[in-house]
């Protein structure tokens, strides 16, 4: 979805309010890129608040722009994702926290729009992380894993990945699909990474759990390839 213009400091337009058509045009684009590409989901960046900005406007803004977008992309068989991102690293960002983005996915009331978690995000912004991953399990659909600090890769700082890793296997996680690894990370893998079923299968690349489902479908029961690469549907 349209992000603004990123190397003029732009995070996303979702929520300005002198942007929603450019937002609203920018959703038919997005779509046309997802198809062309084979992708099945897509993310708003909801944007940056000016210091002073009445916050109440610019949620409704972002808001009326995500019911636009969620039935069109449930058309498309494309579904839709809104990411809270930590303040630290993107200081003033609208969506900090997995409480506002709930409270978004309420007032929108779509079917077709889900959280994408960021581990190392929520860790920075309210710890508490695989109670608050347990309870809103069934409202995300996208999974991001990094170790804080520095967004490396999980091992290789405070995150106890371990234990993450575990309940996300006992949580049957692996049932939304894939789980690949940054190898930009400064670190190289952990022992102990190679010990979770969830990476074991895996094709160690870049940070993403991703489901291959139509918006609103159950998930399907998945199986790891033998080579650990895209997963295979049984029943």
Same mark, same amino acid.
């Given at each position: 979805m349209p992000s @603004? %213009?990123?190397a003029g400091g732009e995070r996303g337009i979702a929520c300005l309010p002198d942007r929603i058509q450019e937002f !609203? %045009?920018?959703?038919a684009l997005a779509l046309d890129y997802a198809k062309a590409l084979g992708c099945g989901q897509v993310n708003v960046i909801s944007g940056l608040v000016a210091k002073g900005a009445d916050t109440d406007?610019?949620?409704s803004v972002l808001v009326d722009n995500l019911k636009y977008a969620a039935p069109r992309c449930a058309d498309a068989g494309v579904r839709l994702l809104i990411e809270p991102i930590n303040l630290r690293d993107?200081? @003033? /960002? /609208?969506?900090s926290t997995t409480d506002h983005a709930e409270r978004?996915? %309420?007032?929108? @009331?779509?079917?077709?729009?889900?959280i994408q978690y960021d581990f190392y995000h929520m860790q920075i912004m309210q710890g508490d992380l695989i109670p608050t991953f347990s309870r809103l399990r069934d409202r995300i659909a996208h999974v991001q894993i990094a170790d804080n600090p520095g967004r490396n890769e999980p091992g290789s700082g405070e995150i106890n990945y371990d234990f993450i890793l575990r309940e996300l296997d006992r949580l049957r996680v692996r049932r939304l699909g894939r789980l690949r690894i940054p190898t930009e990370g400064r670190h190289q893998r952990r022992p102990h990474m190679d010990e979770?079923?969830?990476? !074991? !299968?895996?094709?160690l690349r870049s940070t993403l759990f991703r489901t291959n489902r139509t918006p609103s479908s159950p998930l399907p029961d998945r199986s790891p390839s033998p080579e650990g690469g895209a997963m295979s549907e049984h029943r």
């Open positions: @603004g %213009d990123w !609203r %045009d920018g959703v406007a610019l949620e993107m200081p @003033g /960002f /609208f969506l978004i996915l %309420d007032k929108v @009331g779509s079917d077709n729009l889900y979770a079923p969830s990476l !074991r !299968r895996a094709s």
